[in-house]
């Protein structure tokens, strides 16, 4: 293993990357971030996020030896099956010959808020099939729901999630990192609050104001939103929580979005993988917004333009994690 700033040879991967890339978040995409400067006298510790280029089970697996030290017990491995037929979700034949290597693990997911193939337990595992899921898929809140404490939240104080997260020691969160409608960018922290919040009620109090439309709370409110149902997640399982960003088929849409999701514009980049939610998040922004402005253009708007950002900046502000990291290639 060597650190990615004495080994940056994998970055050839992403074609010309541009190190000194406009508008990135992050002074140095190869080692830390600076949005929320250390003190001069305590500097921030740097979360480690680790690196490969192989987008593959082996790939996923490797990650996984370097990250996994805490997880024991029954693990929930996290994922997003996907609309019907969506073309960008990462696939079953890379995920199940993964999460099969994870001892007494299972898949798990919670069913959406929104009208489509998988409102209800009945149309959702329907979907499972059409998407070739042939795993076990856990619907978290197929038996109801529960609500867990958020703590240091100013816009929540608990959260309702699917009620058989209780029946877990641990979570590995395995995300398809792209673009989101709402989010801007679906990372880890999306996958983690909005995916395991029900689909009736804690996904409704982080979209809908009272009095207000179904997707009425946009913007910052909707970013800070999410990190505390996200904080809702991470509290419970402390140490025992572990995520893996897969950068492959990143349309600017969420997988939501199915087959009318827009083709992705920039090229396949890696897997990431830390114990911070915010600074593997922070990581793959950085490895985006380092491409050529070509690559990078359709992503980084929408991110922008719907202050996706936030989640990192409010994520550091209330402890979630950490925007200060180190990047390690494992390659």
């Not at 009736?200 to 909707?222: D, E, V, Y």
């Not at 996200?230 to 492959?248: C, E, L, P, Q, S």
């Amino acid at each position: 293993m060597k650190k990615l700033a004495k080994k940056i040879a994998f970055i050839m991967v992403l074609g010309s990357f541009a190190l000194t890339a406009c508008a990135a978040p992050s002074n140095n995409v190869t080692t830390t971030t600076t949005a929320a400067p250390a003190s001069a006298t305590t500097p921030a510790k740097k979360a480690v996020v680790y690196f490969t280029k192989d987008i593959s089970a082996a790939g996923l697996e490797k990650l996984y030896q370097k990250i996994n030290s805490n997880i024991d017990g029954k693990v929930a491995v996290k994922i997003h099956t996907g609309e019907p037929k969506g073309p960008n979700i990462n696939p079953p034949s890379m995920v199940q010959p993964f999460q099969a290597t994870i001892p007494n693990s299972t898949l798990v997911e919670t069913n959406t808020y929104y009208g489509g193939g998988r409102d209800t337990t009945a149309k959702h595992i329907e979907t499972l099939k059409i998407n070739g899921w042939t795993a076990p898929v856990d619907i978290l809140d197929a038996d109801g729901t529960v609500m867990l404490p958020i703590k240091g939240g100013k816009h929540f104080k608990e959260m309702s999630v699917g009620k058989n997260i209780l029946n877990y020691n641990s979570a590995v969160i395995l995300t398809h990192f792209k673009g989101h409608t709402m989010g801007g960018l679906g990372g880890s922290i999306k996958n983690v609050s909005i995916g395991f919040a029900d689909g009736q009620i804690g996904k409704k109090m982080q979209h809908t104001a009272p009095n207000g439309g179904q997707w009425s709370i946009t913007g910052a409110a909707f970013m800070e939103n999410m990190v505390e149902a996200a904080k809702a997640v991470t509290d419970h399982f402390g140490n025992k929580i572990v995520y893996m960003n897969v950068m492959r088929n990143m349309s600017v849409d969420c997988d939501c979005a199915g087959v009318s999701a827009a083709p992705p514009t920039a090229p396949n980049i890696g897997i990431l993988a830390s114990t911070d939610i915010v600074a593997i998040d922070q990581a793959s922004v950085d490895l985006i917004m380092a491409l050529p402005e070509a690559q990078r253009h359709d992503l980084k708007e929408r991110m922008e333009s719907r202050q996706g950002l936030r989640q990192l900046s409010y994520g550091n502000e209330i402890g979630l994690g950490t925007t200060e990291y180190e990047l390690v290639s494992i390659d």
